[in-house]
C-alpha cells in the first residue's frame, strides 16, 4: 500500500487530468529507478559501513570491489543487510556473480581484457554484454523497410 502523501512520487501525470498508476510490476516502470533509488543509496551506504570500499548500485544491482580472499564473506555480508531491509529472498543468488569478469547492467566488466600497458599487464576493459548485443542485434533486425523519424524516411 502506497501512503496518500507518496502518491506523487509513483503517479505520472499525463495530459487532461489523466493519470496513470502502476499496481503492480514496478521493474517495468519508467520511474522505478527513481523511487527505488532511496534504497540503493541506503544499501551502498551500509556496505561501505561495513567495509567494502567501492560498490556500485543502480536499481537492483549492485557491484563491489574486494580482495578475492574477501569475496566471498563481503558478498555474504551485503546479502545479509539486503535481506534485513527488504526480506528473506530478497536476493536472487543464481545472479550472483564473482571474479575478474563479471556482468553489471547490461556491461561486460573484464579486469583482464584490453590492451596492455607498458609493464605488461592488461588495462582491462569494459564492453557490451553478450545478452545486450544479441537484444541490439535482434532491435536492429525488427525494424520496418518503411520506418520514418520525425517525418524523415531512412534511406539506404
Not at 17 to 35: C, I
Not at 45 to 50: D, P, Q, T
Not at 55 to 81: E, I, N, R
Not at 124 to 149: A, E, I, Y
Request: hydrophobic letters at 40%; one cysteine or more; glycine letters at 10%.
Amino acid at each position: 500500500m502506497i501512503s496518500p502523501e507518496s502518491v506523487r512520487k509513483v503517479a505520472l501525470l499525463l495530459s487532461d487530468d489523466l493519470v496513470t498508476f502502476n499496481l503492480a510490476g514496478f521493474f517495468g516502470w519508467t520511474s522505478f529507478p527513481q523511487a527505488f533509488g532511496v534504497v540503493t543509496r541506503v544499501l551502498i551506504r551500509l556496505a561501505k559501513a561495513h567495509g567494502t570500499r567501492f560498490v556500485l548500485g543502480y536499481c537492483d544491482d549492485f557491484s563491489g570491489v574486494a580482495l578475492a580472499s574477501q569475496v566471498h564473506q563481503k558478498t555474504d555480508v551485503f546479502t545479509q543487510l539486503i535481506e534485513e531491509l527488504l526480506g528473506p529472498g530478497a536476493v536472487n543468488r543464481k545472479k550472483t556473480e564473482t571474479g575478474r569478469k563479471v556482468v553489471h547492467t547490461g556491461w561486460e566488466l573484464d579486469l583482464d581484457g584490453g590492451a596492455c600497458d607498458e609493464s605488461g599487464l592488461p588495462a582491462g576493459c569494459t564492453s557490451l554484454s553478450q545478452r545486450n548485443l544479441r537484444k541490439v542485434v535482434q532491435g536492429f533486425f525488427s525494424l520496418p523497410p518503411d520506418l520514418t523519424m520525425k517525418g524523415t524516411e531512412l534511406k539506404d
